[in-house]
T-cell receptor
Framework: NAGVMQNPRHLVRRRGQEARLRCSPM?????VYWYRQLPEEGLKFMVY????????ESGMPKERFSAEFPKEGPSILRIQQVVRGDSAAYFC?????????????FGDGTRLSIL | KNEVEQSPQNLTAQEGEFITINCSYS?????LHWLQQHPGGGIVSLFM???GKKKHGRLIATINIQEKHSSLHITASHPRDSAVYICAASGGGADGLTFGKGTHLIIQP
């Protein structure tokens, strides 16, 4: 009865490289949220996806960031040409149903460090 | 846009003390979430509530919809309760959660 799985737990990249963060939601969940926690700051919403659809990406930076949740496989948060300011913890959460009154189950996060 | 405010920002207490963390929000919401995060660790959902009160072990969460305020209480606090406690609101015009900045709780033996 696995929970939300994120990998890798830690990722180190040099400036200009690409970072790919993966999130497998809980079994049976088809709704995924990505959040970012910058050092010494609170969590911020980035994007909400359902299978094969981006529902709300209002929190995503306009450039270099993209997210997908294909029909098969995990959700991917992709950051191209990373910069030092991208260093943060990225958390994924999943829910069983749509609706703003649904509980969200969080993964352990991916800590991204940019050298 | 919803604003979520938490207080206190930092709290140090002695083992056994009764702990209260407060959260207020600015617009109507669908639900209020309380989360726990240990240093370098993942996020655990403690409660989701839209009215009244919920209890789980030594933890109690309450919400007052009219006053747009929620509290998290810990009874008989223990050093293992030391963590960051985060309040988050869902609804209020956004699909994702809107988070408070968190309360850093330290329980000393």
């Amino acid at each position: 009865n696995a929970g939300v799985m994120q990998n890798p737990r830690h990722l180190v990249r040099r400036r200009g490289q690409e970072a790919r963060l993966r999130c497998s939601p809980m079994k049976g969940h088809s709704h995924v949220y990505w959040y970012r926690q910058l050092p010494e700051e609170g969590l911020k919403f980035m994007v909400y996806l359902q299978k094969e659809n981006i529902i709300d990406e209002s929190g995503m930076p306009k450039e270099r960031f993209s997210a997908e949740f294909p029909k098969e496989g995990p959700s991917i948060l992709r950051i191209q040409q990373v910069v030092r300011g991208d260093s943060a913890a990225y958390f994924c959460a999943s829910s069983l149903r749509t609706g703003r009154d649904q509980p969200q189950h969080f993964g352990d996060g991916t800590r991204l460090s940019i050298l | 846009k919803n604003e979520v405010e938490q207080s206190p920002q930092n709290l140090t207490a002695q083992e056994g003390e009764f702990i209260t963390i407060n959260c207020s929000y600015s617009v109507g919401i669908s639900a209020l979430h309380w989360l726990q995060q240990h240093p370098g660790g993942g996020i655990v959902s403690l409660f989701m509530l839209s009215s009244g009160k919920k209890k789980h072990g030594r933890l109690i969460a309450t919400i007052n919809i009219q006053e747009k305020h929620s509290s998290l209480h810990i009874t008989a606090s223990h050093p293992r309760d030391s963590a960051v406690y985060i309040c988050a609101a869902s609804g209020g015009g956004a699909d994702g959660l809107t988070f408070g900045k968190g309360t850093h709780l330290i329980i000393q033996p």
